[in-house]
């Protein structure tokens, strides 16, 4: 058998009478057109100067969600998800000293001035909900921990001291061994003063001021909180401009020794940013923002561009090698390339779109942007590099530069289209494809690290969480279960219906994720045990009604802490000791199960209010929804595949390779303890997105080299020599490219970058392996 040599012309174009008529238009009218996109990038580039930051709270919440229209519901009154926790800790001692307390005084009086504070959720030991309760002889005595007249004495310290031992604070505000005090504030979701959604990161600032202003030598200030994560998130995403300009040299570079021509490189670049800038002018005229999460996005649409740009580049050289001019090659490139990259880069924009099955805003905003700027890659790829590259001027037939050095792999790729050595290769692929599921069954939905995942586990934040959680019993991570109780005038006094919130507080208590439980039942029965003489065998509920009423009268001095003011609904809270997928998840099944073993039509057991539950919620919507996501983009490229190649077997040849990789992805994140969540959803659509390209682009030329009458082993071999040299050289750019991302701040984007990394080697490995394999197992004597 011999196979075709290098530089001997690719034939002439599949007949599409359309693509033909395109082609004639883009080349006719190629300068008007470089005019009109020129003058397009300039506006939006002008646009994209107002583009801002949008993170809101309730972007990042499934809010049809039940557990979310339960928070949504109780948020105002019993608080949401959305709180910040300030610890002041002495490097010295304890916190009973005045230099200490007079901190947290002028720390709590700041916090509560911070725009976009709801105020009265602001809690301290000098805030005057706070308060103790003791019992003497003559009844009961109580009052605010902290007198309003605190003034650092000696003797007015040791009553603090004191009031804390007599109050349910210890443990909450106040570090178990006394190290250190908190300030909690619920954040609004809407500011008062401006009417527009909080700016989180402007808040995470002011705490962030806050700790430059009074943390010293003698104190540290340790802050947590969803505002605060997501702040030092947006912090971290600026470091990401760094690592695309760094991206865009590694690029450069690369592309300048693969084409060995500055103007081409010089083309390929411009038209991969060309995309960019126009989504970027585009976001701020549909009133979108950036988040944390979409940040990546222009970087995806870059690389994306990148990989279809090298594929015209490419294809032109070799019509020129072939002996046509600039203007014939540029047109029997698009010729050749249109459909088949049209169709690749529909596949890619529905690959993201599909992430939209996940009902959160933040998401679907994801999956809109993303969309948007794949769908202007048709565009600008397929209409501005043909026009650019025909007016490309060169002395001669430019060569294949180091192509020879590849001809070696591709007759080996070539060589597995033989039967024998197809099988071997398939049997192996199936053999890694049984070490990946068994890898993939480990895989789980949600956080599996302590702290913010999103950020590095050595980061300030996430040590100021373990310092927190080490040192007090409660912390960000609550998940609060309303009880709403229905026709009886006094719930909160009617043993019927405490009874049960008790035995629920007392079964919630045997979860081994729980640090602590705070509700209505657990506070009456410890004020029943003060009444009796301070007695640990009488801190039980009471059966009576007026002694149930002095308890519920106790607490209504706290605020909504345990109930709303009609006391139609009682809050329990949990307290967990992390926010892992596996600590929730047993957290909601233990409630689920009380609240179904418990039914009445009177009393119902609701998950709802804390930032577990939103987690909760969270966690079960991206579960539901990735199988829809896995379902919707694998039947997607399916079908589009039928489409451009009206043939079954191709289409097995280019999806099997893309299902055995997403597999193998699902392993690896298993073995590296990452979740599945709204973080991670992106990879597998990108991956599958460049993975198709790499087998529309080979089997574009297969089949094409079968009709002109080479057999299989010669029409792959060309194939690769023609389309695999481009697949290469981008899957190795942009695995070097994310692979930088592993010095990123945030933990999230170096996991992506890895992950990337992972799916852009192994789809490679894919298309030039196992494609050709199958090709020879399902093309029997060539047929498509």
Not at 14 to 29: C, E, G, L, N
Not at 193 to 210: K, P, Q, W
Request: with cysteine; charged share 15%; aromatic share 8%.
């Amino acid at each position: 058998m011999s196979l075709p040599m290098r530089g001997a012309s690719s034939g002439p174009p599949p007949r599409r009478i359309w693509v033909d008529r395109i082609a004639d238009w883009v080349i006719t009218w190629r300068r008007v057109l470089l005019w009109v996109f020129a003058l397009l990038t300039l506006f939006f580039a002008g646009t994209a100067t107002r583009l801002g930051a949008d993170a809101g709270f309730t972007k990042m919440i499934p809010l049809e969600h039940p557990y979310m229209k339960v928070f949504m519901r109780y948020q105002s009154v019993f608080g949401g998800a959305n709180r910040v926790l300030v610890a002041v800790h002495p490097k010295e001692g304890d916190i009973y000293n005045a230099q200490s307390l007079m901190l947290l005084r002028a720390i709590t009086d700041e916090v509560f001035h911070i725009s976009g504070v709801e105020r009265s959720s602001v809690t301290s030991l000098f805030t005057p909900n706070v308060r103790y309760t003791e019992v003497f002889e003559d009844g009961f005595r109580g009052g605010n921990v902290v007198s309003s007249d605190f003034d650092g004495s000696p003797a007015q310290i040791e009553s603090v001291r004191a009031n804390v031992a007599r109050s349910e604070w210890q443990g909450r505000i106040v570090a178990q061994d006394n190290t250190a005090a908190m300030v909690i504030a619920t954040l609004q979701e809407i500011d008062p003063r401006t009417g527009r959604r909080v700016d989180l990161r402007a808040i995470a600032n002011s705490f962030e001021s806050i700790r430059a202003r009074h943390e010293d030598a003698r104190h540290s200030v340790h802050i947590i909180g969803f505002a605060k994560a997501v702040g030092d998130i947006a912090d971290g995403a600026v470091g990401v401009l760094g690592f695309f300009a760094l991206a865009f040299v590694v690029t450069t570079l690369m592309l300048r020794v693969h084409t060995q021509s500055n103007a081409l490189t010089a083309y390929a670049l411009g038209c991969a940013l060309v995309p960019v800038v126009w989504l970027l002018g585009l976001m701020p005229l549909l009133g979108l923002g950036l988040d944390p999460m979409s940040i990546l996005v222009p970087f995806l649409i870059f690389a994306i561009a990148v990989s279809h740009a090298v594929q015209m580049t490419q294809a032109w050289r070799h019509e020129r090698a072939a002996g046509a001019d600039s203007a014939e090659a540029a047109r029997r490139s698009f010729v050749h390339l249109f459909v088949p990259g049209a169709m690749a880069l529909l596949a890619n924009a529905i690959g993201f779109l599909v992430i939209a099955f996940v009902p959160i805003e933040v998401v679907r905003e994801l999956a809109l942007t993303a969309t948007l700027g794949v769908s202007l890659m048709i565009v600008t790829n397929k209409l501005m590099l043909p026009a650019l590259l025909s007016l490309r001027s060169e002395r001669g037939q430019p060569q294949l530069v180091r192509s020879g050095m590849l001809d070696g792999i591709w007759r080996f790729a070539a060589a597995l289209v033989r039967p024998r050595v197809a099988v071997l290769m398939i049997v192996g692929w199936l053999v890694v494809l049984a070490v990946g599921l068994w890898g993939a069954k480990g895989l789980q939905i949600g956080d599996l690290g302590r702290g913010v995942p999103e950020l590095r586990a050595d980061s300030r934040y996430n040590l100021d969480t373990d310092f927190i959680t080490e040192r007090f019993a409660i912390g960000v991570d609550v998940l609060q279960v309303v009880i709403e109780a229905d026709g009886r005038e006094s719930p909160c006094v009617d043993p019927r219906v405490m009874e049960p919130i008790g035995e629920f507080e007392l079964q919630m208590r045997q979860n081994p994720g729980v640090g602590a439980v705070s509700g209505l039942a657990g506070f009456i029965s410890a004020v029943a045990q003060a009444y009796a003489e301070n007695n640990v065998r009488w801190r039980a509920l009471p059966s009576d009604e007026l002694q149930m009423a002095q308890g519920t009268g106790a607490a209504t001095r706290l605020g909504n802490t345990f109930m709303n003011p009609g006391c139609t609904a009682m809050v329990v809270s949990l307290f967990t000791r992390d926010h892992q997928a596996p600590t929730i998840a047993s957290l909601v099944a233990d409630v689920e199960r009380f609240a179904q073993d418990h039914a009445r039509p009177d009393l119902r057991f609701l998950i709802g209010v804390g930032n577990l539950a939103v987690m909760a919620a969270t966690n079960q919507v991206v579960a539901s929804a990735d199988r829809w996501v896995n379902l919707a983009l694998f039947g997607a490229v399916t079908a589009l595949c039928l489409l451009t190649f009206r043939s079954i077997r191709i289409t097995l040849c280019i999806v099997i390779p893309l299902a055995i990789v997403t597999v193998l992805c699902n392993a690896v994140m298993a073995w590296l303890g990452i979740g599945v969540k709204v973080n991670t959803l992106p990879v597998v659509a990108l991956g599958v997105g460049v993975g198709v390209d790499y087998g529309i682009y080979l089997f574009e030329r297969i089949r094409h080299a079968l009709e002109l009458g080479a057999d299989l082993e010669q029409a792959v071999f060309e194939a690769l020599k023609q389309r695999g040299t481009a697949s290469l050289f981008t899957a190795l750019t942009l695995s070097v490219s994310v692979l930088t991302w592993l010095g990123s701040a945030l933990q999230f984007q170096a996991d992506m970058g890895l992950l990337l990394a992972f799916m852009f080697i192994v789809n490679l490995l894919g298309a030039l392996l196992l494609l050709p394999a199958l090709a020879a197992l399902l093309m029997v004597r060539g047929r498509t």
